[in-house]
């Protein structure tokens, strides 16, 4: 990969030698903890790179690529060759330059990745892999990281965050997030299964709305004293309060197993983030709200392959107002913590930075998902800056799963040098000093501040 990817002047070039090598903070990545404390030699490079990457599998599936060959049982070799022959022609796609950037970064492969080169480049990266026992902690290692923030649920034991805590001779910090998706998503099937676990977690039964807080109250003590420092949601419905209905009786639907009307839901929503809010506030906890999300578009594949395989998409717009209004209530009930705000839809850009400009403390978050490409992140960049304080903004992340995604703080550090080096080429931004600190703050000082004792 060229060392000038993205970096068109001797300017950016020279600001991105100053901050190519600072430490990751990987604030929300889906990584998992059980994987790095066993921290197993990875068997191949289609492991590696296909064994649980949902982006991957997305392409391959747009390639018309047979899914036996993506999530099937087909031989690590033949799904390789199948990869690199999508790969080939998938022009514009950051795939493409990331894919290529961790050949480079992590197996030292220069080569361009076709269907003509792939068995040779699927041998070399394989040979790299058992000569330097590639395993989750060396790849992160290489990397310069410093912290991860995985994504758990309420009701996780935290068995790995714990072990790896223990270990003195494991630099890398990988502390959990308190992630309520499946405590709050009580249209989904099998609800009370999920709240009778939460229960037995517990230690009582969570039977009504009060018990259902009074849990995630507890629940949050117990990640807090592990080292939780910010949590998350990305649902598909939106909060909005609704004065008819009552978020008591709309849990106990749930827990019968009835269907909830969407305005109920919506309802319960809001109660529950308002009341959560509040218990991020007291426990220093960031709260990132992940919106404008369509989870499991094609049934057929969720069915088959189950959740997380690629089959999500962009969701409708959400009216300003009601994310104003959410907020709003948070802020005067003084229950307002510190707030990172995503969107899919890039049409809510503008929106959501200019709603985040009007409360302290809340932000808009990096570009997510289908948005993380250089032009995405460049139009993130520019909205952030032109409508409030660039030097807020906490920075990149890899919302991945994959261990060679740090390749993606690479790419976006490009991305960023590269545009700060343009305001000061065009006199715009005076003070090269003044650059430098901006950028070590976005690379990695801001995102280091979620996670200060």
Known sequence: MRNDLFLKSDVAKNLYDAVRDLPIVDYHCHLSPKEILE???FPDIAQIWLGGDHYKWRLMRACGV????????????????????????AMGNPLYVWSHMELSMFFGIEDTLTAESADDIFDRANTYIKEHHLSPRKLMLQSHVELVATTDDPADSLEYHKEIAKEKNFPVRVVPS??????????????????????EVCGFSVETLDDLKTALSKRLDFFCENGCRVSDIGIEGFPKEDKSCDAAETFKKALK??????????????????YLAHEYKAHNVTMQLHLNVKRNACTRLFETV?????????????????????????????????????TLEPSMYM??????????????????????????????????????HLGQFTGMLTDSRSFLSYARHDYFRRVLCNRVAEELMDGTFLSEKAALKLLTDLCVENSRKLFGE
């Open 351 to 388: 929106a959501l930075a200019t709603t985040a400009g009007s409360f302290k403390g809340v932000v808009p978050g990096a570009a997510w998902w289908f948005c993380d490409h250089k032009r995405g992140m460049e139009e993130q960049l520019n909205i952030m800056a032109e409508t409030g």
């Open 39 to 41: 921290d197993r030699e």
């Open 257 to 274: 197993g009835k269907t909830i009307p969407e305005n109920e839901f919506r309802n319960f929503l809001f109660e529950m983030y308002v």
């Open 178 to 199: 308190f992630r309520t998706d499946a405590a709050l998503n009580i249209c989904r099937a099998n609800y009370r299964d999920y709240a009778l676990h939460l229960g």
């Open 66 to 89: 047979p899914e036996t060959l993506i999530t099937g049982d087909a031989e690590p070799r033949e799904k390789f060759r199948a990869w690199a022959a999508c790969l080939e022609t």
């Open 306 to 342: 189950g959740p997380d395989a690629g089959g999500d998409c962009v969701g409708d717009p959400i009216p300003e107002h009601e994310v104003a209004v959410l907020l709003d209530t948070m802020d005067r009930r003084d229950s307002l913590p510190h707030t990172i705000l995503y």
